[in-house]
């Protein structure tokens, strides 16, 4: 069985796009979500490991949203799940809220460091070494509606930036890259979370890739 770890945020960990903020948070079925999606299409061959976090950002502490600093979790989290064949990256999203006013540039930078973490912990690997698949995260929809306008106003002309600082990224270390906007968008509910559609897209499209990496 080849073990692949997904290390990613609230798109990951299943955030249904219809939460208020008020009442208790849903969150999509096992099977909704892109990562069971994968998981689906890989066959039981594959174990797919899901490491999704609302709120966790790149490399920057949250002042509000405490703990959320994925650079401080990658290396327990490859540890822990190791040996692993393969890791998944997609976050930067969080890195879009306005309390960190950062570039695009910055974001994928951010991702760049727990690239690099990842690709150094040899000994979370198997045999063959580490394989990394480096994703850009879907860009915002229209967010001026929905519940997050305040948290992300202004950003989404940055996000639709991200994808070409990603990729260079990922070329400059020789990984394979994926953009997840090619697929699948966001609801139009929040502007921000993948609905069912999206997460079935990205899962399936995802499934391909890791086939390629894998065989």
Not at 44 to 59: A, M, Q, S, W
Request: charged content about 20%; glycine content about 10%; overall charge negative.
């Amino acid at each position: 069985m080849k073990n692949v770890m997904i290390f990613g945020d609230s798109n990951t960990w299943g955030w249904d796009p219809s939460n208020d903020l008020v009442d208790v948070i849903r969150r999509l079925p096992d099977e909704v979500r892109w990562a069971g999606v994968l998981q689906n299409e890989l066959g039981n061959d594959y174990k797919v490991i899901t490491e999704g976090l609302n709120g966790r950002t790149t490399v920057w502490d949250d002042p509000i949203e405490e703990y959320r600093c994925g650079k401080q979790h990658i290396i327990p989290l490859l540890d822990s799940h190791a040996p692993l064949d393969l890791v998944i990256i997609m976050i930067g999203t969080n890195d879009l809220k306005c309390r960190y006013t950062v570039t695009a540039q910055d974001i994928a930078n951010g991702a760049s460091l727990i690239l690099d973490k990842t690709l150094a912990q040899v000994g979370a690997f198997g045999p063959d070494g580490p394989k990394v698949l480096f994703i850009a995260p879907p860009p915002l929809g229209p967010i001026e509606e929905g519940v997050f306008s305040m948290m992300f106003a202004g950003n989404r002309e940055k996000s639709i930036e991200m994808a070409r600082f990603y990729q260079g990224v990922a070329e400059s270390r020789g990984v394979p890259f994926f953009d997840a906007a090619t697929v699948a968008k966001v609801s139009a509910i929040d502007g921000l979370h993948l609905g069912a559609d999206g997460h079935a897209a990205l899962g399936k499209a995802v499934a391909a890739e890791v086939k390629k990496i894998l065989g």
